[in-house]
């Protein structure tokens, strides 16, 4: 399975951005998929997951009601909208695909090389 993750890039406080993550040699439609972040220094965080449908969703607590997850099976995407940007949202962003909807790292089993989200103040 390969993941490539895109979108990342600089933008100013209150600016938005879509992340996508593409998915080759799985069917991601059979599998949940996340949106997670590190920060310089800091550890990687949950930012987002989504079920196999698309019908649940799920948000770390900084996050809610500014950023959107979903997904497009038919293209193997999953797409991450960001909106009211602020400086702490600084990260690399990586997406992750596994058999459970979860915030939990280590039950995703496959990882995208990571996107650059830079929010300037």
């Known amino acids: 399975v390969q993941l490539q993750a895109s979108g990342g890039g600089l933008v100013q406080a209150g600016g938005s951005l879509r992340l996508s993550c593409a998915a080759s040699?799985?069917?991601?439609?059979?599998?949940?998929m996340g949106w997670f972040r590190q920060a310089p220094g800091k550890e990687r965080e949950f930012v987002a997951a989504i079920s196999s449908s698309g019908g649940s969703t799920y948000y770390a607590d900084p996050v809610k009601s500014r950023f959107t997850i979903s997904r497009d099976n038919a293209k193997n995407t999953v797409y991450l909208q960001m909106t009211s940007l602020k400086p702490e949202d600084t990260a690399v962003y990586y997406c992750?695909?596994?058999?459970?909807?979860?915030?939990?790292?280590?039950?995703?089993?496959?990882w995208g090389q990571g996107t650059l989200v830079t929010v300037s103040s």
């Open positions: 992750g695909i596994g058999p459970t909807y979860t915030t939990l790292e280590s039950y995703y089993d496959f």
């Open positions: 040699g799985r069917t991601v439609s059979r599998y949940a």
